[in-house]
């Protein structure tokens, strides 16, 4: 018999009625530490004061109007973000593959509109991920995402992540655009060079192409910069937010150049839910902490100990870890042993990790998350580790 909830999940045997800051908590009271912070969502950790307050006010006083009226709260965060960005305009989601789907069309609409109608190809990479929605998955094309799913959205150009040439041969007169993560999440922690998206970027001035940044996982301070590619210097003409913006509210976001949203006039998008008074008060009480450049300095400098401890760690137990990578306290540990019984053990030792592509572990722990929560961290994932070996 199918059970109550469509089994498309597998769960590990934990529920949790409670969160902290960086821990969640069971009924029996069992205390793990979180450095998976709901998929890189919990951006403040659990049931940070002042975005409680800030939902709870809001639900106090107003839900859901709809985007047939006005929305106050909708406006000021498109407004901070633009100030914080590349962007000129905003629009908002409810999740990350809205985002994605906005992001295409917008695209697409944009060469509609200048008159070339055949510019609709989009080039992605191997191990992205852009979500679950239609075109998310054939944006990702791989077969575990798209099997048995067709007939596919058509246009989406596959090339091998760090294949110059490929890319290079790809780029003709039908190319709209390039959707690349600054930082690969589900593909295993797979930072893109700046060199390379700098090179991207040239080669999308060159030829006219679009520039789509999905920074659903690596965007919102989770680098170490508000968002990724500040690092590398360049900006996209689109990109794609979610996950921490909301810090476990569902909300989601398109920003764009006026150039490339210009295609995207009265009428050709919307969305019930996007933008609602809720989510935005919340994305704002994030943006107001993470992008205070004082929590950035200390985002670097946590994930600096955080990568040395880490070093450390592996040094010794050479049989199970491998080596680090990633960015900021966007973290993925390259594994020997097989990274979920790795997650496994760490339930033993109340620790939460999550697992990605390439045998990666993934650390994403509330960039609040203190040093002394760092170090606990350590000796939790050591214990994990410990117990890895000796099975
Ligand atoms: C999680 C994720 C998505 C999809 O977001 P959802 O909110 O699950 O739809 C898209 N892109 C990247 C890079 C992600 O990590």
């Not at 934990?14 to 069992?30: C, H, T, Y």
């Not at 593909?187 to 040239?202: A, M, N, S, T």
Request: with cysteine; charged share 20%; net charge negative.
């Amino acid at each position: 018999m199918i059970p109550a909830l469509l089994p498309t999940y597998a769960r590990a045997p934990l529920s949790f009625v409670k969160g902290e800051g960086a821990w969640l908590i069971e009924a029996d009271g069992r205390r793990f530490l979180d450095l998976g912070a709901g998929i890189a969502v919990n951006a403040l950790g659990h049931a940070h004061p002042p975005l409680v307050k800030a939902l709870t006010d809001q639900a106090n006083a107003l839900w859901h109007t709809s985007n047939l009226y006005q929305i106050p709260q909708q406006q000021a965060l498109a407004e901070t973000l633009i100030d914080l960005s590349f962007a000129d305009t905003v629009f908002f989601t409810n999740s990350g593959t809205e985002a994605c789907e906005l992001a295409v069309k917008m695209a697409r609409k944009y060469f509609f509109e200048k008159g070339q109608p055949e510019r609709t190809d989009i080039l992605t990479f191997s191990g992205s991920f852009h979500g679950r929605s239609s075109a998310g998955i054939a944006a990702a094309g791989s077969e575990k995402m798209t099997k048995g799913f067709g007939p596919l959205l058509p246009g989406f150009v596959h090339l091998d992540f760090a294949d110059h040439d490929a890319l290079n041969a790809a780029i003709n007169d039908r190319v709209a655009a390039i959707l690349i993560e600054p930082v690969q999440g589900e593909g295993g922690i797979r930072p893109v060079p700046d060199q390379c998206l700098k090179g991207l970027r040239d080669l999308c001035d060159e030829h006219g192409i679009l520039l789509i940044f999905d920074e659903v996982q690596c965007g919102v301070a989770r680098t170490g910069k508000l968002f990724a590619h500040e690092w590398a210097g360049v900006s996209p003409d689109i990109m794609m937010v979610a996950k921490g913006i909301g810090g476990g509210f569902p909300i989601g976001a398109v920003l764009a150049t006026e150039e490339a949203a210009s295609g995207m006039v009265l009428g050709t998008h919307g969305s019930t839910y996007g933008g609602n008074p809720l989510g935005c008060a919340v994305g704002r009480a994030v943006l107001d902490e993470v992008a205070d450049p004082a929590f950035l300095d200390a985002v670097n400098r946590k994930a600096g100990m955080f990568r040395q401890k880490l070093e450390g760690l592996i040094a010794e137990h050479p049989e199970v870890f491998e080596s680090v990578r990633g960015s900021g306290l966007m973290l993925g540990i390259k594994c020997k042993a097989a990274n979920t019984d790795i997650v496994s053990a760490g339930y033993d030792a109340l620790v939460l990790t999550v697992p990605a592509a390439d045998n990666v572990i993934r650390l994403l722990p509330p960039l609040n998350i203190s040093e002394d929560e760092i170090a606990e961290a350590i000796s939790r994932l050591d214990a994990a580790a410990t117990a890895v070996k000796a099975a």
